[in-house]
């Protein structure tokens, strides 16, 4: 699992995994092409190349 702060509008983002950074998309797995649910933990669905494939949000960020 890896930590998200922020999404770009294209659903991409930057995470550390592993000690290092690293680029990861959202995979929505709904096939509607939903936008990534927001800040929060998330789940390594694959990894492609260099790039990490995420979803599945494991825990959410829920606003204090």
């Known amino acids: ?3 998200v702060t922020h999404w770009s509008p294209d659903h991409q983002t930057s995470v550390h995994y592993r000690g ?3 680029q990861a ?3 929505d797995s ?3 092409n939903a936008p ?3 800040p929060g933990e ?3 669905l694959a990894i492609e190349g260099a ?3 995420l979803g599945n949000t494991a825990t959410p960020h829920l606003p204090a």
């Open 1 to 3: 699992r890896v930590q």
């Open 20 to 22: 290092a950074p690293w």
């Open 25 to 27: 998309r959202w995979q």
């Open 30 to 32: 709904t096939g509607t």
């Open 36 to 38: 990534p649910p927001g």
């Open 42 to 44: 998330f789940t390594i």
């Open 51 to 53: 790039r990490l494939v």
